[in-house]
């Protein structure tokens, strides 16, 4: 199988490379252009600038009367390769630097009656005049230049400086290899650059991609890694969290339906022992059979209700849920549980002990707390001992009801029992009989407890039992008109 690499011009390492690539070029282009062009074309200008500079220093030098005027012109026509005259009245008064060659004098002296008429034309300006002339004797063509130093009429003394123009192209040609040069190195330089750049930009997100992909197969335990850069921080951080969140979500759905199978399972148990008891025994009995159908309806409205519950118990971990508070007798509801289990009582042995006050009236949910009485006393009766005991205790303690349900079962060690809330959870004690528990039970009495803001607990000696207790604040029958703000504070801890 072939592998073909995909060339994508929408990629940041690819616009990248664009980017910084025409900004190199633009730069190169722009100093060969500024260099080359220039230089030869604003060579001629600068030695206009140049010469019309030193005029104007040999005409402020003039008009002091410098005694040192001969000496200073001198210098400057050998320091800057010129050749200055002077001229009065038609006589030559200077000409500079001195020549044995008579040849430029004589050159030079064939353009001053030009000079001269330029100058006269502009008189009234005093604007200096220049033109470029060559002849055949030189390869280079000169500037000639005019002024007039004095135009008091009769004393005109004028000034005509000649400078050769060189030709540039040498120089041209050796800016040209530079250029060239540092041209290769720049762009080489922006080559290793920009390939540097490109892959340390691209780098991590390219990471973040391959992440977010296995994210997408539904690995929420990824982990997307940080840079330097805060952009890509900052990107890494958010995947990050919605990773978790994700994960979170994903594993409260899973929750749910292992709840809802879990809590389902005892009724649709109840429901099928009844039906079968009534087909097989109570089924000419009207008393019996009766008490057995109502086992039956009450086991179908709890298994309603806990289709509902169940609906919301990823909710209750995120605080989303409402708890529907109301004043309820503890002891009767209680009582209903333990009634649903009489068949146990009645067939398999069990013994059920109950002892309560009159009436336990406390302020909560009472659906949920009933759910978290099934499920003790569901975990009291697997786990129960030889002698198949539970006994369902409510006692009052200061202000609050307590309800205990123990059993003189296996038990469960000291050190596995802060684990037994944790979902998916069981013991590794030898259960007396096999049990059928998925672990769910008390992760969801843990969220109904904690929800109502209720002390719950655990007290357990291995080969002696458990007992599972939680307290619900005692309330006042006025306070059914005016419900009382849960707490604050949160329980204390499972102990
Ligand atoms: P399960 O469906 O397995 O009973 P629970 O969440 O109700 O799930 O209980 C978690 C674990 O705690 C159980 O598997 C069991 O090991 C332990 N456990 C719960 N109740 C009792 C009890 N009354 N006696 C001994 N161990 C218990």
């Not at 062009?37 to 005029?55: C, H, Q, S, T």
């Not at 002849?135 to 230049?145: G, I, M, R, V, W």
């Not at 990824?222 to 890509?232: L, Q």
């Not at 399972?265 to 019996?288: F, H, Q, V």
Request: hydrophobic share 35%.
């Amino acid at each position: 199988m072939s592998t073909k690499i995909k060339f994508d011009q929408n990629s940041i390492k690819f616009r990248l490379w664009l980017y910084f690539l025409s900004l190199v070029v633009g730069i190169v282009v722009l100093i060969w252009v500024l260099q080359i062009f220039f230089l030869n074309n604003g060579y001629e200008d600068m030695k206009v600038k140049e010469v019309d500079r030193i005029a104007s220093s040999i005409y402020h030098a003039y008009t002091r009367n410098d005694a040192n005027l001969t000496e200073s012109i001198q210098e400057l026509s050998v320091t800057n390769d010129f050749y200055v005259m002077m001229e009065s009245d038609g006589t030559l008064l200077l000409f500079t630097p001195e020549q044995e060659n008579i040849i430029p004098v004589y050159r030079y002296q064939n353009q001053i009656p030009k000079l001269r008429a330029s100058l006269e034309k502009s008189k009234q300006a005093s604007l200096p005049v220049y033109f470029k002339f060559s002849t055949t004797y030189e390869k280079y063509s000169t500037l000639a230049y005019g002024r007039y130093l004095d135009r008091t009429p009769g004393k005109e003394v004028l000034l005509y400086i000649f400078s050769p123009l060189y030709p540039v192209t040498s120089t041209v040609n050796i800016l040209k290899h530079q250029l060239l040069s540092v041209t290769t190195i720049i762009l080489a330089l922006a080559f290793i650059m920009i390939t540097y750049f490109s892959s340390r930009i691209t780098r991590p997100i390219k990471s973040i991609t391959n992440t977010a992909k296995r994210m997408g197969k539904g690995d929420y335990n990824v982990k997307f890694e940080a840079d330097s850069y805060s952009e890509i921080n900052n990107l890494a951080n958010t995947l990050n969290t919605a990773a978790y969140e994700l994960g979170m979500a994903d594993t409260r759905q899973r929750d749910l339906i292992a709840n809802v199978s879990h809590d389902l399972k005892t009724p649709l148990t109840m429901i099928r022992s009844y039906a079968e008891m009534i087909r097989d025994l109570s089924g000419d009995n009207p008393e019996k059979r009766n008490a057995h159908l109502q086992v039956i309806i009450d086991e179908t409205d709890r298994m309603n209700q806990l289709v509902s519950d169940m609906a919301s118990v990823s909710a209750m971990r995120t605080n989303k849920v409402v708890l529907d508070k109301e004043i309820f007798d503890l002891s009767s509801a209680a009582a209903s549980i333990l009634a649903s289990y009489q068949l146990l009582q009645e067939q398999e042995g069990y013994n059920f002990i109950f002892n309560t006050p009159k009436e336990c009236l406390v302020y909560a949910d009472k659906n949920r707390i009933e759910q978290v009485i099934s499920n003790l006393t569901g975990n009291a009766i697997k786990y129960c001992g030889e002698d198949k005991v539970v006994i369902v205790n409510i006692k009052r303690v200061g202000k609050k009801f307590r309800l205990e349900v123990s059993d003189h079962g296996p038990g469960i060690k000291p050190e596995e029992i802060p684990h037994v809330w944790d979902r998916y959870y069981k013991t590794s004690t030898n259960y007396v009989r096999p049990t059928s528990g998925t672990g769910l039970g008390l992760a969801i009495v843990k969220e109904i407890l904690t929800l109502h803001r209720c002390n719950y607990g655990v007290e357990s000696k291995v080969n002696k039992g458990s007992t599972f207790w939680f307290e619900l604040e005692a309330a006042k029958k006025e306070k059914e008109k005016a419900p009382v703000k849960p707490k604050e504070s949160l329980p204390d801890r499972p102990k």
